[in-house]
Structure formats: structure tokens, C-alpha cells
């Protein structure tokens, strides 16, 4: 069974870091692009990164640029976003989706109609 499984969100205060994880499992994650999306309350789905299989790549939004650190490891199946600074626009439900090669990791590649494989979704929720 195809699966991604997002762990590590929380509640914390403007300034704060959360690291959010994406563990796959029934799949090899390493033959995958991966995308993180996040989607507050009465808002669009939106690509906050991306990486791409070997990890050689990456985009960030420009929201997140120079807060946001995607990475992944193919040997332990997951793929981390690492968050700092963060603030109370980043409150949020964080999803991870899987996608092919063929879709670049930018903009225009990191859509929601793009994507393969979607985890359930983590709640981060900035606030004092």
C-alpha cells in the first residue's frame, strides 16, 4: 500500500522552528520528485518546495525563501522541511506529495494536479 505519512507539526511561537517530516512507505521515495504544499483555513492548496529525486535540486516559494530548508534522505524514505522564523502566516495544514520526474521541481512542476501521492497532512499552527 502506497503511503506518505507526515509527522512533526505543532503549535509554536512567531520566531519559533518546527521540522516536518515525510516518511513513504509501499514505494521507493528515491524514484520520486517531492513537494511540500500547505493549505490554511479558506485558502487554495499552495507549493510552499520541492526537491528533486536525488536531492540535487530545490525550490522554495518566495514566502519561504531563506526560512525553509527542504532535504531528504532515500535510504531512510523520507523527506524533512526544516522551518524557522516562522510566523503566524505560516499557520497552516502541511501536506507532502509524491511526483514524477517528468514535472519539474519550480513553479510551474510543483502543482496540485501534478501530484502522484499525497501524505494526510500536518497541523502547524504559529502562535504566542
Known amino acids: 500500500q502506497v503511503q506518505l505519512v507526515e509527522s512533526g507539526g505543532g503549535l509554536v511561537q512567531p520566531g519559533g522552528s518546527l521540522r516536518l517530516s515525510c516518511a513513504a512507505s509501499?514505494?521507493?521515495?528515491?524514484?520520486?520528485?517531492i513537494g511540500w504544499f500547505r493549505q490554511a483555513p479558506g485558502k487554495e492548496r499552495e507549493g510552499v518546495s520541492c526537491i528533486t529525486s536525488s536531492g540535487g535540486s530545490t525550490y522554495y516559494t518566495d514566502s519561504v525563501k531563506g526560512r525553509f530548508t527542504i532535504s531528504r534522505e532515500n535510504a531512510n524514505n523520507t523527506v524533512y522541511l526544516q522551518m524557522t522564523s516562522l510566523q503566524p502566516e505560516d499557520t497552516a495544514v502541511y501536506y507532502c506529495a509524491a511526483f514524477r520526474w517528468f514535472y519539474s521541481c519550480s513553479v510551474y512542476g510543483l502543482s496540485v494536479k501534478r501530484m502522484d501521492y499525497w501524505g494526510q497532512g500536518t497541523q502547524v499552527t504559529v502562535s504566542s
Open positions: 509501499g514505494f521507493t521515495l528515491d524514484n520520486y520528485r
